[in-house]
């Protein structure tokens, strides 16, 4: 029996997924060079009036909320039909790892191709270093997955406190980090396991029923006072996402921001959900957002690739505004909205062409039956 999807769950995947696009594409300028290739830039490190528009775009807490909440419902009817937690892992993470694996072969094979026939060595080490920037999420992503038993039992046992201890966990590493004394090497990416894990963990909780209304309300007062006293006091950057030549980032590694951030749209987003499910009961947003699910690893996959094949196509024409110029004002961010309906639909030509690598022809096989919509991550209410 097919189960019915849940609206809410898949509305908040989407709206992550257009977060995490929208921003790259945003902050993402690819200046044409004397040379005749493409160097990366950025807006962020020349209009400062950016940096809190970031706050909305980086949606990826959105992302792992709703990953703990169907990995952890997932694993529970997988057990309950008698099904291995190592065999739901290698369904899960399948899905997790084709679209990459698929996007990096096809890559290494066109672009010595596409060098013959003109492309230049700048923009094709651009184009590499964009596609390779998205799978850092990718890789963590399927880390916290590959988590998801020790995830369960550690909600048995400790419930939201659980929760709660992942930022404090932040805390402390920035208190190293930031405090008076020098930061040891590398002591930053301590964080990055329980800043992210926060809202997957959140996610966990939510599907064993311990997220009501009264917790996603605290989950937006704490987070937002949490928020406020790290910019306001504490003086922490504006961005949510590095910003080149700062001395200091809230992503790379994360900092207490993210877990935060994460807070406050986990806490708005639930309790928005009356609204959020009526708005996606309307056929034609129904529609994107089922279109997005179906294909979010592709999407996360070839977006930065779609920015730099657009890129380098409107360099050979010369520098066009939004495209190939320097982007120091806001002249240039108006320009780079208008081209994203073209960018938009050459990723949907992209994944169009790739989604079956997301999405293979099922197997017919001995064993328990898998619903096609339990392969795309279902939830029922």
Not at 3 to 18: C, M
Not at 140 to 166: C, K, S
Not at 228 to 241: D, E, N, Q, R, T
Not at 330 to 340: E, K, N, S, T
């Amino acid at each position: 029996m097919v189960r019915q999807r849940d609206r809410f769950i898949d509305g908040l995947r989407a709206l992550a997924i257009l977060g995490v696009v929208g921003g790259h594409w945003l902050v993402g300028a690819l200046v044409a060079t004397p040379a005749g290739g493409l160097r990366i830039d950025s807006p962020l490190r020349y209009q400062e009036w950016l940096h809190p528009l970031t706050w909305f775009s980086q949606l990826l807490g959105l992302f792992f909320l709703v990953g703990g909440y169907t990995a952890a419902a997932g694993l529970r009817r997988a057990r309950s039909r008698g099904e291995t937690d190592a065999a739901w892992m290698r369904r899960r993470l399948g899905r997790i790892g084709r679209p990459v694996v698929a996007a990096t072969v096809i890559l290494i094979a066109v672009l010595p191709l596409l060098g013959i026939l003109g492309l230049g060595a700048g923009t094709a080490r651009t184009t590499v270093v964009l596609f390779l920037q998205p799978l850092w999420f990718m890789v963590l992503y399927a880390v916290v997955t590959a988590l998801t038993p020790y995830a369960l039992r550690l909600d048995r046992r400790g419930g939201l406190g659980v929760v709660v201890a992942l930022v404090g966990v932040v805390a402390v590493v920035d208190l190293v980090r930031f405090g008076p004394a020098v930061e040891p090497a590398l002591v930053g990416y301590l964080s990055v396991l329980p800043a992210w894990g926060f809202a997957y963990q959140l996610g966990v909780a939510w599907s064993a029923g311990r997220v009501d209304r009264r917790v996603a309300a605290g989950l937006l007062a704490g987070g937002l006072a949490l928020f406020m006293f790290l910019l306001v006091a504490l003086k922490y950057p504006v961005s949510i996402v590095s910003v080149t030549g700062s001395t200091r980032s809230n992503s790379n590694p994360p900092s207490l921001m993210v877990p935060a951030l994460a807070a406050i749209q986990a806490g708005a987003a639930l309790l928005l959900r009356d609204r959020i499910e009526r708005l996606l009961r309307r056929p034609r947003i129904w529609a994107v957002v089922a279109a997005l699910n179906l294909s979010a690893m592709s999407i996360f996959c070839w977006h930065q690739v779609a920015l730099a094949g657009v890129s380098e196509v409107a360099r050979r024409f010369g520098t066009l505004p939004g495209l190939g110029d320097r982007p120091v004002d806001p002249g240039w961010v108006a320009a780079r909205l208008g081209w994203f309906p073209v960018l938009a639909l050459v990723l949907a030509g992209l994944v169009l062409l790739v989604r079956r690598y997301e999405h293979p022809a099922p197997a017919v096989a001995a064993g328990p039956a898998h619903t096609t919509a339990e392969a795309t991550e279902p939830v029922s209410r």
